[in-house]
């Protein structure tokens, strides 16, 4: 069995220990539409918003990060997006990234498992603002948990490309074969496994307290 032993968790963000809030996409375009008008975009509308937040999307490995969604609502808008107009509307997006995603219940309690068993833990994430996981984190005091933190706005990749477990385990200074990957989504499940980590669990939140007891029992199997 010692050959089986992990030293590391990666660990999703989204779906495992948070959440958006149901107002979050409304309150989004929201708060774009009042910039827009503030810097008098005079055509912008509610619904001209929600077709430029439809298309921000990029596809393949490189996840869009959050600068680049903000001046290609500009760009949509006949706006040519210059830097400082662009920080504007990217100030203003990300302070409703973090006022609207909240810790799930047992966030904390899945982190204290994983201290427990004493791994070093980091955060895999597929987010569009580090900035934003960052400042989520610090403010519901689950920062202190994490030895790394990755998301595809600073790797420049998404899960299930191999790319970002390399990046947190490379700053762990983990080996594959000793890290074991918590996530929410099936294909990010097989991502980790087709990395080389050990093994990999899909964290299946709609069962709630179960789930709980399945992530438990997933860490004690390798430590």
């Keep these: 069995m010692s050959g089986r032993r992990a030293r590391a968790l990666l660990i999703d963000y989204g ?3 948070y959440a958006e809030s149901k107002d979050f996409r409304e309150s989004l375009r929201s708060s774009i539409l009042k910039y827009l008008l503030r810097i008098e975009v005079s055509d912008a509308s509610m619904e001209s918003v929600g077709d430029a937040m439809k298309s921000w999307s990029l596809e393949g490995p490189v996840e869009q990060e959050i600068g680049y969604a903000a001046a290609h609502v500009l ?3 006949g706006v040519t997006p210059k830097p400082s107009v662009v920080k504007g509307l990217e100030a203003v997006m990300k302070a409703q990234v973090i006022l609207n995603t909240e810790p799930l219940p047992w966030a904390e309690q899945l982190l204290k498992i994983a201290a427990d068993a004493g791994l070093r833990v980091a955060l895999a994430s597929n987010h569009w603002c ?4 960052l400042a989520t984190m610090e403010r519901d005091g689950l920062l202190k948990y994490f030895d790394a933190i990755i998301t595809s706005d600073l790797v420049g990749y998404c899960k299930p490309d191999k790319h970002i477990y390399e990046a947190a385990l490379r ?4 080996e594959p ?3 074991i990957f918590v996530d929410d ?3 990010n499940v097989e991502g980790a496994l087709n990395a080389g980590l050990l093994d990999a669990h899909r964290f299946a939140r709609e069962l709630g307290a179960e ?3 399945g992530f438990k029992d997933f ?4 430590v």
């Design 15 to 17: 779906g495992v220990l």
């Design 75 to 77: 760009a949509k808008h």
């Design 130 to 133: 580090h900035e934003c996981v």
């Design 171 to 174: 700053l762990l200074r983990v």
């Design 177 to 179: 074969s000793k890290a």
């Design 185 to 187: 989504n099936d294909a």
């Design 211 to 213: 789930a709980l007891r």
């Design 219 to 222: 860490i004690l199997r390798y």
